[in-house]
């Protein structure tokens, strides 16, 4: 049994879809308020907890061989920070994991905690791959640098508005991944021995500026390269200005500041050497990323998988029914 954290991310649904293509048998940690039901198609299980409570996470460890880490917080919200998820969460994991003989960890880190800085988001992670590293675990941190899905997003609000803010410095060089490559480096980390008790950086197959990666994403996909600058000393001119706001937007944009301004190429033929596994090009990766969103993204597929009363009663209407009334088990499969 592989228990996958952050199961219902960007990375995470990914990671669950490479799992069950060869017969894996999954578990996801999913929050209850979660949209994990996208998944109900792959045949994962759910255990319903989360990484700030100790008692779910080592409920959910029962059985499990090999964990995927996959966890993250984007934006942070009231109690799920930064330091809470990444650095709590992940020690909370890793310990559980440790208690019940797991075999082996894969932690998604990011390249950006190579950085020399006080953000939140990079230093909790820095924690957590501390943390790995002493807890007596077989474990492999993998650090990506900067999603191809990032760059489709980012040619997306092309697509919508026009023009977008490109942060960060232009001329900062990334090799962009796509997840589904950074999946299946994560499922080869659970076998490789060159691999185990490895911190990796990892990385798609091209380098390139970020300019480049955000001219060519446009390009492949019929847009004007249309962008503002935003540069890191923006970003973080924005993020002195949200502080009074709270911490929310301001750590955004310092985290951004420094995303999109560390250096994170890597040697692509390396990459595939390393994994043994061919990656994307970078121009496939960018058409595939630009169509295919999310799941939860997708109106069409939203449209079909709210309709199910059980899910609409409990993650649209809050109220309805109590968190504490959701199934224990896998929910019906509808698919
Ligand atoms: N995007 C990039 O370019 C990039 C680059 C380098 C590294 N990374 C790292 O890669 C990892 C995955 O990124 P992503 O873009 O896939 O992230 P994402 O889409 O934001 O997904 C984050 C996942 O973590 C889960 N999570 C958050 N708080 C939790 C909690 N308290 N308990 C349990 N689960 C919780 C979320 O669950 P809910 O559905 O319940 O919110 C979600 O499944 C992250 O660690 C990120 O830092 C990303």
Redesign the pocket.
Same mark, same amino acid.
């Given at each position: 049994m592989i228990l996958v %954290?952050?199961? %219902?991310?960007? *990375?995470?649904t990914q990671v669950v879809r490479v799992l069950r293509s060869i017969g894996l048998d999954v578990r996801c *940690?999913?929050?209850k308020?979660?949209?994990?039901f996208w998944l109900n198609d792959t045949g994962a299980a759910y255990f319903f907890?989360?990484?700030?409570d100790q008692a779910s996470v080592e409920r959910a460890m029962n059985g499990v061989r090999h964990v995927i880490a996959?966890?993250?917080?984007?934006v942070e919200r009231t109690g &799920?920070d930064h330091r809470?998820? &990444?650095a709590g969460?992940s020690a909370t994991l890793f310990a559980a994991a440790r208690s019940r003989g797991v075999e082996h960890v894969v932690y998604?880190?990011?390249?950006?905690v190579e950085a020399d800085d006080d953000v939140p988001?990079l230093s909790s992670?820095r924690a957590a791959e501390t943390a790995l590293a002493s807890s007596g675990l077989s474990y492999t941190v993998l650090r990506?640098?900067?999603?191809v899905? &990032?760059f489709a997003d980012l040619a997306r609000r092309v697509e919508t508005n026009g023009n977008v803010f490109l942060p960060g410095s232009p001329r900062t060089s990334v090799s962009p991944i796509h %997840?589904r490559d950074l999946a299946l480096m994560a499922l080869a980390s659970l076998e490789l021995p060159a691999l185990k008790n490895a911190t990796v950086r990892v990385g798609g197959p091209e380098s390139m500026t970020i300019q480049e990666a955000f001219s060519r994403m446009c390009q492949v996909n019929g847009l004007p390269a249309a962008h503002w600058p935003l540069p890191p000393s923006g970003l973080r001119a924005l993020a002195a200005v949200a502080r009074p706001l709270g911490r929310r937007w301001s750590n955004h944009a310092r985290a951004l500041a420094v995303?999109y301004s560390h250096s994170s190429a890597v040697d692509g033929a390396s990459m595939a050497t390393t994994f043994g596994i061919p990656l994307t090009p970078y121009d496939d990766a960018a058409r595939t990323a630009f169509v295919e969103r999310?799941q939860s993204e997708d109106p069409t597929a939203r449209e079909e998988k709210v309709v199910h009363r059980q899910f609409t009663a409990t993650i649209y209407e809050p109220g309805v029914i109590k968190w504490d009334d959701l199934p224990s088990g896998p929910p019906p499969r509808r698919d």
């Open positions: %954290t952050g199961a %219902t991310g960007r *990375l995470g *940690l999913v929050r308020g979660s949209e994990y907890g989360d990484l700030r996959a966890h993250g917080v984007r &799920n809470a998820v &990444n969460g998604i880190s990011c390249a950006a988001a992670k990506p640098g900067l999603f899905q &990032n %997840t995303l999310h």
